[in-house]
């Protein structure tokens, strides 16, 4: 059966690559892209799709009833929830539009979404609502909330608002938690495309804290081939990560995008580290590995690899990037973590 899919936050990284891999694999679906266009949301990450008659970008901001309502008017199917302010630094930095987007926002769309009949709704959430592990731990889907920054509070808040939603209504939503994502697109300012970004322009790379700090990473295309495989045939009411199982350190993973870039003479700096930063993020990927068939296909060297490749083939994306708010926000922050550190 041909879906009519509402993608909310497709502007953004994964939703657009999301976007770019509904239409490719399913020529006969119809994609909506819901999207407020923020520093974070860039129309040039579509610009492929953009004539293909099955796709529509509708401007308009979640939190609104208003645009909300008329991006699933004329029946949607299938709504995948991306949308949402994304960064830890800048929810350290203020939290209220982070509050606003990824809880009143969420709120806002299950709402209108099961009164206008939505058949399947996926919440994206992430694997930082599971706070900081231990060395030998291992979150599975029933690990115990404990979000520690004001970003991941919000999205465990939008979780537990979704999770409400299929035992009081039996609307039928779907939560991924997925590890953290790299890729084509991602907007330079969480780790791995600075680093990139950075290196490529001979800037140093700044490492907050000691380094030490540890993620699993998953390349973009794999978390958009477990979307699919949880939109089609996840259980409405389930949770299922989404990782590579793999954590790493953060000193070890720009090592190896070091080598894949193959400059010499770049300086790593330690700078000084994120207040509350979460040690350790490790995910058991094992339930949607069973269930739904899903296993991640890109290695890490592979998918560096291939990101390296992305950002050094589009300096003109990077540059856009670059020149708007994002600057500001660079001065602001990055600036300001550089100077106190120096009084240390
Ligand atoms: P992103 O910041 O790149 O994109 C977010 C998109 O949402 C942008 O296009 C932005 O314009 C849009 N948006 C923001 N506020 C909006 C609003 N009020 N109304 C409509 N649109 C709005 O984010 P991303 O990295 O692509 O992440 C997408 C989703 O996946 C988020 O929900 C995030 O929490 C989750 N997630 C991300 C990662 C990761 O590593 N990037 C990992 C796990 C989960
Ligand atoms: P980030 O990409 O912001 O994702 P998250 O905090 O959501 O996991 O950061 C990934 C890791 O990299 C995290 O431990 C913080 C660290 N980091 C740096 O060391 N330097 C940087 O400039 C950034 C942006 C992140």
Redesign the pocket.
């Known amino acids: 059966m041909a879906l009519k899919v509402l993608v909310?936050?497709g502007?953004?990284?994964?939703?657009s690559n999301f976007i770019r891999h509904l239409l490719r694999t399913y020529p006969g679906y119809t994609v909506v892209n819901?999207?407020?266009?923020?520093y974070?949301?860039n129309l040039a990450n579509l610009a492929d799709v953009d004539s293909n008659p099955n796709y529509r970008f509708q401007k308009?901001?979640?939190?609104d009833p208003g645009h909300a309502e008329a991006a699933l008017r004329d029946g949607v199917d299938a709504v995948v929830h991306?949308?949402?302010?994304?960064?830890v630094d800048r929810s350290i930095a203020d939290a209220r539009v982070f509050v606003e987007?990824n809880i009143q926002?969420t709120y806002t769309l299950l709402d209108l979404a099961r009164r206008t009949g939505v058949s399947r709704f996926v919440h994206?959430?992430?694997?930082e609502v599971y706070g900081s592990l231990a060395p030998d731990q291992v979150a599975d889907e029933a690990w115990p909330l404990a979000p520690n920054s004001p970003y991941a509070a919000s999205?465990a808040a939008a979780d537990l608002l979704a999770r409400s939603f299929w035992h009081t209504y039996s609307f039928p939503v779907i939560i991924t938690r997925?590890?953290?994502?790299y890729g084509p697109h991602?907007?330079p300012e969480?780790l791995i495309p600075l680093m990139i970004t950075h290196a490529l322009e001979g800037n140093k790379l700044p490492v907050y804290g000691d380094g030490m700090n540890e993620r699993d990473w998953i390349f973009v295309e794999d978390n958009c081939r477990a979307l699919d495989r949880v939109l089609h045939a996840g259980r409405p009411g389930e949770t299922y990560n989404v990782g590579s199982g793999e954590p790493v350190s953060n000193l070890a993973l720009i090592r190896s995008l070091l080598r894949i870039l193959g400059g010499s003479g770049v300086q790593i700096e330690f700078v000084a580290d994120r207040p509350g930063h979460d040690r350790r993020y490790a995910l058991d990927a094992g339930k949607v590995a069973r269930a739904l068939g899903w296993k991640p296909e890109v290695s890490l060297e592979k998918g560096l690899t291939r990101t390296v490749e992305w950002y050094r083939t589009h300096p003109e994306w990077v540059q856009n990037a670059l020149s708007g708010e994002y600057r500001d926000y660079y001065e602001k922050f990055y600036v300001h973590r550089r100077a106190s550190l120096a009084r240390i």
């Open positions: 909310t936050g502007a953004g990284f994964i939703g819901l999207d407020k266009l923020t974070a949301g308009g901001d979640i939190c991306f949308a949402a302010e994304s960064h987007t926002g994206v959430s992430t694997d999205k997925s590890s953290n994502n991602q907007f969480k």
